[in-house]
């Protein structure tokens, strides 16, 4: 279960601050990539990487020469951080502006999974989350595939959610400007799924429904 510590207590707007683990696993449940945060003894680095949550713990996979890969395989303290937009806020005054957002912080060190079936059942875990039923239909990774991959996960127990919803906080002195003032509501919205011209066999239900997953 999450909690505040010295380093996840929201010290801006703290009554947008959540610590509570389904708010949490709702956030990371709904992002497709997260940023990594680390310093590597000569500069910070911020790194995007795709993600994905099973139980308590998140996690990433990569070549194991990459960069990113062999910063965290050597437990480097780090920071994740997850964004997801849901709003632009119009005020009446340029400076309460603001956004609705749902976002996550997450501190603490990455350990790499070693055992062959539990690498072999997280990327089943990773394909199912991109579209339910790829895992049973997508040609499984070979023994060259998996040495080459390293798939690592950090603890979800120091982490924070922070989430704005509403429209704009408007002093009482702007409320009767002649402005509009409102939410300019985003969404990610699946798009028509695009065969490549490789493509062999019928559409599976899951590309079928892609379009309407939302």
């Given amino acids: 279960m999450p909690s505040a510590t010295a380093r996840t207590r929201v010290r801006r707007l703290p009554e947008l601050a959540l610590y509570d683990q389904s708010v949490l ?68 005054s340029a400076f309460n502006h603001a956004m609705n957002y749902r976002s996550a912080i997450i501190y603490g060190r990455f350990d790499a999974v070693n055992d062959e079936m539990e690498k072999r059942r997280l990327m089943d875990v990773f394909m199912r989350f991109i579209a339910p039923g790829r895992e049973r239909d997508a ?17 979800l127990d120091e982490a924070a959610a922070k989430v704005r919803t509403g429209g704009p906080s408007d002093d009482e002195s702007d409320l009767d400007l002649p402005i509009w003032a409102g939410v300019l509501p985003m969404a990610m919205l699946p798009q028509a799924p695009v065969a490549a011209s490789t493509s062999i066999g019928p559409e599976p239900v899951y590309v079928r429904q892609w379009q309407r997953s939302e």
């Fill in 25 to 92: 696993y709702s956030i990371i449940d709904a992002a497709y990539v997260c940023h990594i945060s680390f310093y590597d003894g000569e500069s910070s680095h911020c790194i995007p990487t795709a993600c994905w949550r099973d139980g308590d713990r998140l996690y990433v996979h990569g070549s194991n020469g990459g960069r990113l890969i062999r910063q965290l395989a050597s437990t480097k303290e780090v920071s994740v951080a997850i964004t997801l937009l849901d709003g632009l806020v119009l005020a009446k």
């Fill in 139 to 155: 040609r499984q990774g070979n023994a060259k595939e998996f040495a080459a991959t390293t798939i690592l996960g950090i603890a």
